[in-house]
């Protein structure tokens, strides 16, 4: 029981990671159906989470029985090699990396690479490390960071890499808009101020309605905000416009369970927009978002 992990997965996106659990479980059922119908043993294949958000009880049980497909983050599997749980990744055979582009270049992955390199010392065998990502580019660069070297004499040795390059040419539709006549004036247009109000110079108002309209719209909108506080305040005013509650705000600050929901929730459409910072992580099972909005400039979206 304890040689059965052969397959470990690293995504940096806790998203992704929720996703491929999920998703694995209906393959893993069909393979065990077919070994039954055709009279042949298959070990039952397990599969567990290994994340920060993993329960106590659960990370003790994953010791007693390791699964033979580990999903975990970079930051889990540095854990994991620091502790006495490292042994059960001496069998791994294949490590996947997904999402590579997100970590390539990043202090986040120089801790993955030499998390990876510790894998390699406690493996059995030198598992074969695969990359994957739709838009990591230069391809070179990236596969080079993927598979380390080893040291030869005072030099050191890159290990081979093999890409494998599926080009596609995708088209963009960007368009910038400026809701008001004069950015210098953004009053003019708006009604008129009640009597004794004194005159707001802001582009807010005639953002609101704009932004409204946009998410109306469309089936499926994220907008995303430089900050916590705006996709909170976004929220509430495009939610009082229309006068139900069509966006909910995602953020750091928002608890998991919730941050799940809403990500559920833009999914399936029962949400229509979300007011998001980066910390918005869909994973996989998203159908087609019609509209994406980045409200004043790239900051740090």
């Known amino acids: 029981a304890r040689q059965r992990c052969r397959l470990l997965y690293v995504s940096p996106l806790k998203a992704l990671a929720y996703d491929i659990e999920r998703n694995l479980q209906q393959p893993l059922a069909g393979i065990r159906q077919a070994a039954e119908a055709g009279v042949i043993e298959v070990p039952p294949l397990t599969v567990a989470l290994r994340t920060g958000d993993t329960p106590a009880d659960r990370r003790r049980a994953m010791l007693r029985h390791p699964p033979d497909i580990l999903i975990t983050t970079p930051e889990s599997l540095y854990l994991l090699l620091t502790s006495s749980a490292r042994e059960i990744l001496t069998p791994v055979r294949w490590v996947i990396v997904d999402e590579v582009h997100a970590v390539a270049g990043t202090k986040r992955g120089s801790h993955l690479a030499l998390s990876l390199e510790r894998l390699e010392e406690i493996a059995a ?128 600050s928002v608890s998991r369970e919730q941050r799940r929901s809403i990500e559920d929730g833009l999914k399936t459409g029962s949400l229509r927009a979300v007011a998001a910072t980066s910390s918005l992580e869909l994973g996989i099972d998203m159908d087609a978002v019609d509209l994406v909005v980045l409200v004043e400039s790239p900051a740090t979206v």
């Open 125 to 252: 065998v030198p598992p074969q490390r695969i990359g994957l990502s739709a838009t990591q580019r230069p391809l070179e660069a990236v596969g080079r960071f993927l598979a380390g070297g080893t040291p030869s004499g005072d030099r050191w040795r890159p290990r081979p890499v093999k890409i494998v390059d599926v080009p596609r040419t995708e088209d963009l539709d960007i368009e910038i808009v400026v809701p008001v006549e004069d950015m210098t004036r953004p009053e003019l247009g708006l009604p008129p101020p009640e009597p004794g109000t004194p005159l707001r110079r802001s582009i807010w108002p005639a953002m609101y309605p704009r932004l409204l309209d946009l998410v109306r719209a469309h089936r499926s909108t994220i907008i995303f905000t430089n900050s916590r506080s705006q996709a909170e305040r976004l929220a509430a005013h495009l939610n009082t416009l229309a006068g139900e509650e069509i966006v909910k705000a995602h953020h750091g």
